[in-house]
């Protein structure tokens, strides 16, 4: 895996997450492949299910960053390891998360990466 790889990654998880603190769901959806799931404790939610969550305010994020762990190239699919700490509130309550992430990239027709699968683990306490 060159740097070159880890260097764009970031870039991508920042631009997403910045999408996602400015809680606009059609910025988001851009990072997300059509047939995007998010898994985590509480099961899946689809892309569609995501996006309306936000867009109707439900769920709204204050902040959001990652650290990189580790990328790994399989040809036009990465496997993206990060660390990320993020706040918001879901339904009017405030929420801190603090967790590792896997997130599965594909590259699109045009170039692009697009997520197709992110799975959430929270950080032992």
Known sequence: MGQDLRQEMRGVLDAWAQAIVANDADRIGAYA????????????????????????????????????????ELGDVVVVLAHGTNSGHWEGRPFHEDEYTTDVFARDADGGWRC??????????
């Open 116 to 125: 197709v699968v992110t799975t959430l683990t929270p950080r032992a306490q």
């Open 33 to 72: 492949a059509q047939d995007w799931v998010l898994v985590g404790t509480g099961g899946t939610v689809d892309r569609r299910q995501f996006l309306d969550l936000v867009r109707s305010g439900r769920l709204t994020h204050e902040e959001m960053g990652f650290e990189v762990l580790d990328v790994r």
